[in-house]
């Protein structure tokens, strides 16, 4: 046979029923005792959905809204008080009396008819230990328990940027991120061998919130290569380098080198024609000038023939 279940019940929890239940009973003597206990067993089941309801341990976001809720037995509250503890130092935040009003309370916080209490506008500086501080009115017994507050903030979204050399090669990539709580750490994601990079995180003396950055550095070896970078599952823009990035830059060199060539091409060809045309001029001359002494020359071969001719006669 099976044993029965059993349900544990705590002296805080139900202070007023210390001397008619067991501290640990058996679940089917629950059930045999429930039609002559009627308000016992609702009081257990207010305790228990109280439990469920309320943790211990809450969240908040930077500039958001925090609800504390308290698993006590409303009911029989004399009174229930919050407060934060901080380097050993604890500080009155909010609360409930039975009898007189409640003063002196963090400007940000709020009770409700629910017996809550509400924090609103949420910074870093509100994370830490708080302690809950409550006494029934049947007993002089103060009683306590602590609940934790985290607090979170988003990072932005990540950007990427990039600082190259004149040849567009040798750049250095960085990724940056700001103002989010708590510290997290830059993931790279490329297309190709990930590189050593150096991290940097800057943390505002006010907000307490974090600036983080990471930088690696490539010489474009490898080819193009796409690069992110992410923030947990923030993702930044995809960006390329060493490629169609670098690709104007190149096209316009080339564009310039075929410039220069062919303006050099161009003014060795003047040159050479220029030098050409003038070689030509200085042959004719000197063909004109042979062709002037030659006739010359034959003239005075014939004069000196007549000369001799008239002579003889």
């Not at 919050?82 to 909010?94: A, D, I, P, S």
């Not at 010489?219 to 990035?245: H, K, P, R, W």
Request: with cysteine.
């Amino acid at each position: 046979m099976t044993p029965p279940s059993r349900v544990s019940i705590t002296n805080q929890q139900l202070p007023c029923i210390f001397n008619l239940w067991p501290v640990t009973m058996e679940a089917s003597s629950l059930r045999l005792l429930k039609p002559t206990h009627p308000i016992l067993i609702l009081i257990l089941i207010n305790v228990i959905t109280a439990e469920e309801r309320c943790p211990t341990e809450f969240e908040g976001v930077v500039g958001g809204n925090v609800t504390f809720c308290f698993k006590v037995y409303w009911p029989k509250i004399e009174f229930l008080y919050l407060q934060r503890t901080l380097h050993g130092t604890e500080t009155f935040v909010n609360g409930f009396h039975a009898s007189k009003s409640v003063t002196s309370t963090w400007p940000n916080t709020k009770t409700t008819t629910n017996k809550e209490i509400i924090m609103s506008g949420l910074n870093v500086s509100h994370e830490g230990e708080y302690y809950c501080y409550y006494r029934y009115n049947d007993t002089t017994d103060q009683m306590s328990f602590q609940l934790q507050l985290t607090i979170t903030a988003p990072f932005s979204k990540p950007s990427v940027t990039k600082t190259c050399g004149k040849k567009d090669v040798d750049c250095n990539i960085t990724c940056a991120s700001h103002n989010g709580y708590p510290r997290q750490t830059i993931t790279w994601q490329t297309s190709s061998n990930v590189w050593n990079h150096v991290d940097n995180e800057k943390q505002c003396p006010t907000t307490k919130m974090f600036n983080i950055s990471s930088t690696f550095y490539t010489n474009c070896s490898g080819g193009e290569v796409n690069v992110s970078c992410s923030v947990g599952n923030n993702i930044s823009d995809t960006i390329t380098l060493c490629g169609s990035q670098a690709g104007p830059l190149s096209n316009i060199m080339i564009i310039i080198i075929i410039t220069i060539s062919a303006a050099t091409g161009i003014l060795v060809t003047v040159i050479a024609t220029k030098r050409c045309w003038g070689c030509k001029r200085q042959k004719q001359g000197a063909a004109v000038k042979n062709k002037g002494a030659q006739e010359d020359l034959m003239e005075e071969i014939r004069l000196t023939e007549s000369k001799e001719t008239v002579s003889t006669l």
